[in-house]
């Protein structure tokens, strides 16, 4: 009789111990697949917000701002970080940009984009004066408010 109770007990404990390592597994699972869940509702929402044409000229604004086509001399204004001073590199002739936006997140009248970019600012035999770049794994945050019809950058956070 006293083995049967043993065997029991090792037989229940056994069965526990499996319920257990199910159940997290099963948490595992349920994690992971809220977070694919959360990064296509990202993608969605930043698709949607792509195809919005106040963030398309919001977006064509910062990079006619980076490429000097605009120069931001207001330094309250948040874009002006990335203006160029003309006077610092009078003999800059052209400039290459590769911008990427990763995610735009809109809610209501406040949002933010998160993007990447290099850019580099050349004189007229190809020498770089000054570049720059953030990266996909550390970008650029730039807040968002819509000030009447459009959206405006206010703050812009870069990695150190």
């Known amino acids: 009789m006293r083995a049967v109770v043993i065997l029991l007990s090792i037989a229940i404990i056994v069965l526990l111990v499996l319920l257990l390592n199910l159940r997290r597994q099963h948490t595992a699972a349920l994690e992971r697949n809220q977070m694919h869940e959360n990064a296509v509702e990202r993608l969605h929402q930043t698709v949607e917000a792509l195809q919005q044409n106040d963030i398309q000229r919001l977006i064509e604004h910062v990079r006619k701002v980076m490429t000097a086509e605009i120069l931001i001399e207001d330094h309250s204004n948040a874009l002006w970080i990335y203006s160029f001073i003309r006077d610092s590199y ?71």
Request: aromatic residues 8%.
């Open 90 to 160: 009078p003999t800059m002739e052209r400039v290459e940009l590769n911008l990427e936006i990763l995610e735009i997140v809109l809610d209501g009248d406040v949002g933010e984009i998160k993007a990447s970019y290099f850019i580099r600012y050349l004189d007229s035999s190809g020498r770089t004066l000054m570049a720059g770049h953030v990266t996909p794994d550390l970008p650029a945050i730039w807040i968002l408010e819509r000030q009447g019809a459009d959206w405006v950058i206010v703050e812009i956070n870069e990695p150190p």
